[in-house]
């Protein structure tokens, strides 16, 4: 059976910001999905990351994090804040899955992030 690259849902209304993620995480080996809007929960159930903009509007982060808690719990996930990331931090409940990263923030450390959370997520599914 053929492995098939991490995949990673990319949710921020900004588009230069899902454009970059997108384009430094597929040349890291990623297959990178974008959208700027509320995922569809269907889409959420199906990706090993999530990278989600802590101030969506519509059905809220909150909600979406809930939903992942509940249908994907093995999804890691990245938290992309404006504000205070420590602040934010806290909604991870401790997960070693969760993270909170502040924008602006350094392209190749995020990438870091996804690798180190998605290497966490392989182990913890084998």
Known sequence: M???PPRVLIVDAEPLVRWAL???LTS???EAIEMDADPPFALVDDVDVLMLDATLAGTGAL???EHV???NPRCAVVLLTSFDAV???RLTGGSALWRAVQKPFDLPA???VV???SRKRTAATN
């Open 110 to 112: 995020v990438v870091g």
């Open 63 to 65: 909600r979406v994090l």
């Open 22 to 24: 997108r384009e430094a």
């Open 115 to 117: 690798q180190e959370l």
């Open 28 to 30: 890291a080996g990623f």
């Open 2 to 4: 053929v492995a098939h």
């Open 69 to 71: 808690r509940a249908r």
């Open 87 to 89: 602040g934010l931090a």
